[in-house]
């Protein structure tokens, strides 16, 4: 089957977690920041998303992802991989979320913990720590470390999940595709729709893929 790894993360870590998954499965690796053209959605069957995870307010990015996604992964499997230090207890409802949102043919999560490094934070996660810090007296330092271990055993956990998952049917297998060449929005249908529901251009603006 064909995978795809993407990643979300401002310190690193979970860009290194993405990294070693898509190696062993031998993935392309992504920010989900970078666009996807059009034809990525046909050319993969399993999205492993990534992502630094550091209360519920994280992964904002990864389901912002997701929702742009959406409608397009119910016929993939999903796999959702949070890495962090004190959120392991909530990461399964972050993860319910996007699996609810997604709505994919198969879904597994995945948690490991990561670690924090005060010096890679920006001005605002300071800020917040800051004030942290003084109303419970608790000094913020470097704390956790990588473990490149758990990194290898997540992702063989996953190599050998995904080997036995069935491949999953597109049901727009066969269909006639249509590609907004302004937003890049892709429809699915004998013609392009009078007007493209992202971006609002005319049918003029699409072109058969």
């Not at 034809?39 to 993969?44: F, G, L, Q």
Request: charged share 25%; proline share 6%; aromatic share 8%.
């Amino acid at each position: 089957m064909r995978n795809i790894v993407t990643y979300e993360t401002q310190h690193g870590s979970a860009k290194r977690l993405a990294k070693i998954i898509a190696d062993k499965l031998d993935a392309l690796c992504i920010n989900v920041d970078t666009p996807f053209q059009a034809e990525d959605e046909t050319t993969y069957d399993n999205l492993i998303l990534v992502f630094g995870f550091r209360g519920p307010y994280t992964a904002q990015l990864t389901k912002l992802f997701v929702e742009k996604m959406k409608g397009k992964l119910n016929y993939k499997n999903l796999i959702v991989v949070g890495e962090g230090l004190f959120s392991e207890k909530e990461f399964p409802s972050v993860a319910e979320g996007l699996k609810n949102l997604a709505q994919p043919a198969t879904f597994n999560s995945f948690f490991m913990k990561g670690q924090l490094r005060v010096d890679t934070l920006t001005p605002e996660e300071q800020a917040l720590l800051g004030k942290f810090s003084e109303l419970t007296g608790m000094q913020i330092v470097d704390m956790g470390e990588f473990s490149e271990d758990d990194a290898n055993k997540i992702a063989d956990d996953i190599v050998k999940l995904l080997s036995e998952l069935p491949v999953p049917e597109d049901p727009n297998a066969g269909k006639t595709r249509w590609i907004c060449t302004v937003c890049g929005y892709v429809h699915t249908g004998d013609e392009p729709p009078e007007k493209c529901p992202v971006c609002g251009q005319p049918a003029s603006v699409f072109k058969k893929m």
